[in-house]
């Protein structure tokens, strides 16, 4: 698939700017993170980042990034009494909107719109001032793989924190609106697991083939000539699972649906990974590397 976009820019109008990238889940290897959903209905997770600005200047320019399940990303200043500078407030679609008509789905449908900062006077920051990037997702569903990342434009400006104390937020700041028609709550859509049929268009696979196969405890499913195997088992609650992805491939451990989600790993030649069901209920997990043909179904009972 190729995917064609224009950028029109205004060159008579120059200001040199530093783009920034900040995770609300901090600076570690991965960019995304868990959320478990084992918290009451209407529970906001949080996640906070405090990051100290690296150069005095105006913050002219903000946009952010988040997945299904998000109810908004903000930036505050603790040094202001955590006033709230911007933020980033996703926007869903209707339900008849073409992007859940999409297949196949191998991934929650995030937005389909984050709202954006924009000041031509800016947001005055000095250097080593601490900001606080703040995201917030529904916490009582399961989401494997969520992301909070705000893209800074901060123009360098050495006279920015000359009044020094908190000044007044610029009058000219805006949001940008939602699209016309969007909801602001996430829906709730598991994602399913995927094949192909005969005509190689992609179909919704109810559970992997075959009969189920109850595992003891610790036992091995291996991830080899680019399947699972076993692909359908049946555990009991508290059980664990040994994942040992023995292709020179690499292969993925990607939760699709369950009562809790289950924490992603990518391997090749031999690597290992240990998995604890501790709730029961169905578990449906894929490789995302191979989503059409690689999937495996955990049934975990009861004690």
Same mark, same amino acid.
């Given at each position: 698939?190729?995917?064609?976009?224009?950028?029109?820019?205004?060159?008579?109008?120059?200001?040199?700017?530093?783009?920034?990238?900040?995770?609300?889940?901090?600076?570690?290897?991965?960019? /995304?993170?868990?959320?478990?959903?084992?918290?009451?209905?209407?529970?906001?997770?949080?996640?906070?980042?405090?990051?100290?600005?690296?150069?005095?200047?105006?913050?002219?320019?903000?946009?952010?990034?988040?997945?299904?399940?998000?109810?908004?990303?903000?930036?505050?200043?603790?040094?202001?009494?955590?006033?709230?500078?911007?933020?980033?407030?996703?926007?869903?679609?209707?339900?008849?909107?073409?992007?859940?008509?999409?297949?196949?789905?191998?991934?929650?449908?995030?937005?389909?719109?984050?709202? =954006?900062?924009?000041?031509?006077?800016?947001?005055?920051?000095?250097?080593?001032?601490?900001?606080?990037?703040? =995201?917030?997702?529904? =916490?009582?569903? +399961?989401?494997?793989?969520?992301?909070?990342?705000?893209?800074?434009?901060?123009? +360098?400006? +050495?006279?920015?924190? =000359?009044?020094?104390?908190?000044?007044?937020?610029?009058?000219?700041?805006?949001?940008?609106?939602?699209?016309?028609? /969007?909801?602001?709550? /996430? +829906?709730?859509?598991?994602?399913? *697991?995927?094949?192909?049929?005969?005509?190689?268009?992609?179909?919704?696979?109810?559970?992997?083939?075959?009969?189920?196969?109850?595992?003891?405890?610790?036992?091995?499913?291996?991830?080899?000539?680019?399947?699972?195997?076993?692909?359908?088992?049946?555990?009991?609650?508290?059980?664990?699972?040994?994942?040992?992805?023995?292709?020179?491939?690499?292969?993925?451990?990607?939760?699709?649906?369950?009562?809790?989600?289950?924490?992603?790993?990518? !391997?090749?030649?031999?690597?290992?990974?240990?998995?604890?069901?501790?709730?029961?209920?169905?578990?449906? *997990?894929?490789?995302?590397?191979?989503?059409?043909? !690689?999937?495996?179904?955990?049934?975990?009972?009861?004690?």
């Amino acid at each position: 698939m190729f995917v064609e976009y224009r950028v029109r820019v205004d060159t008579g109008r120059r200001r040199p700017v530093r783009p920034l990238w900040v995770r609300a889940s901090g600076c570690g290897r991965f960019a /995304s993170y868990g959320i478990r959903g084992d918290a009451p209905a209407g529970t906001l997770d949080e996640r906070v980042e405090h990051w100290r600005v690296p150069v005095t200047g105006r913050i002219v320019a903000a946009t952010g990034h988040l997945h299904a399940g998000a109810a908004d990303l903000r930036m505050t200043q603790p040094g202001c009494g955590g006033r709230l500078l911007f933020h980033h407030r996703p926007a869903f679609g209707a339900p008849d909107h073409w992007v859940y008509a999409t297949r196949p789905v191998l991934h929650e449908v995030g937005p389909i719109a984050t709202s =954006a900062f924009s000041s031509a006077r800016g947001l005055p920051v000095r250097r080593g001032e601490m900001l606080d990037l703040h =995201a917030l997702y529904e =916490a009582a569903r +399961p989401r494997p793989g969520v992301m909070a990342i705000a893209h800074l434009y901060l123009a +360098p400006d +050495p006279k920015a924190g =000359a009044r020094g104390g908190c000044a007044p937020l610029p009058a000219d700041a805006r949001q940008t609106p939602p699209p016309v028609g /969007s909801r602001a709550a /996430s +829906p709730w859509i598991p994602t399913p *697991l995927w094949t192909l049929d005969a005509r190689l268009r992609p179909v919704v696979l109810a559970k992997p083939p075959g009969p189920a196969r109850e595992l003891a405890d610790g036992a091995t499913i291996a991830l080899r000539g680019n399947r699972f195997s076993p692909e359908n088992v049946v555990i009991r609650q508290g059980a664990r699972l040994h994942w040992r992805f023995d292709d020179a491939a690499a292969h993925n451990l990607t939760f699709a649906s369950g009562p809790r989600a289950v924490a992603g790993q990518t !391997m090749t030649r031999g690597g290992t990974a240990d998995t604890q069901f501790a709730v029961a209920g169905r578990y449906q *997990l894929f490789c995302y590397l191979h989503p059409m043909t !690689m999937h495996e179904q955990v049934t975990v009972l009861p004690g």
